[in-house]
């Protein structure tokens, strides 16, 4: 997946797949739409869903919330980059808009599971770049959950049976980040992005821009 972004120093730049995962009510819902808000050329990727919809979630802006029929055809005409089933529902990334903004030089971010950031690093190894997001402790996770007051309380209860299955999966991700207050969690998550902005392999223009300097010294 290369593509021909420039970085704020004008040398350009192949997009990234920026990767958050972690427990369910640990936080990587939050830490994304910061990120999204206040760091520019990143983009979120709307992945298909067949769980319901959570009160205040907005389709095809949160997910695009589809019936299972819908997935399954989605899954058929392999429209999706990576999907997995998540707590009896499918979830999923489609395609199209993630090489659409790969191709238009913007980074692009995921709150997926660690099945899909398995799938993804199948893919696209050197492009993806994995966060994984832990909770301070099972009691804030608890609490977290609840203060959401978005899910059944069976629900809850589900997800926290969940949490250390996920959990598990901690050591294949790239960085960790504990989450105990939300400021510091996305420094942290924005230090990670403006580092990995600057990788040398990541920065396609760099060779053209060294021999412009060194024609410059020569000269
Ligand atoms: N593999 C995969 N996982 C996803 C996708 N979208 C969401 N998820 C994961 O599905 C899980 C449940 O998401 P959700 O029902 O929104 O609950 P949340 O954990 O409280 O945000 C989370 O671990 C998400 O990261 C996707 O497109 N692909
Ligand atoms: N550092 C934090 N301290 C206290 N509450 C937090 C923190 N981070 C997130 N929350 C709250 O915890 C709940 C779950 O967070 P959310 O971002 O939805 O998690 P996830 O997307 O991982 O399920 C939300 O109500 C959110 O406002």
Known sequence: MTTGGHGTDGVERRGL?????????????????????????????????????????????DYTFVDKTTFDAMVKADELLEWATVFDNSYGTPRGPVDAALSAGQDVLFDIDWQGTQQLKQKARADVVSVFILPPS????????????????????????????????WAEYDYIVINHDVDEAFAEVQS??????????????????????????QG
């Open 17 to 61: 797949m920026f990767v958050l995962s972690s427990p369910s009510g640990a936080g990587k819902t939050t830490l994304s739409r910061l990120l999204i808000e206040r760091m520019p050329g990143l983009k979120m990727s709307v992945s298909a869903t067949t769980r319901a919809m959570r009160p205040g979630e907005v389709n095809g802006k």
């Open 138 to 169: 099972a009691a804030d996770l608890e609490k977290r959950l609840h203060s959401r007051a978005q899910d059944s309380d069976e629900v809850i209860r589900k997800r926290m049976s969940r949490a250390s299955d996920e959990m598990s999966h």
């Open 192 to 217: 990670i992005l403006k580092a990995e902005r600057l990788k040398r392999e990541r920065r396609i223009g760099l060779v053209g821009f060294v021999r412009s300097l060194q024609a410059q010294l």
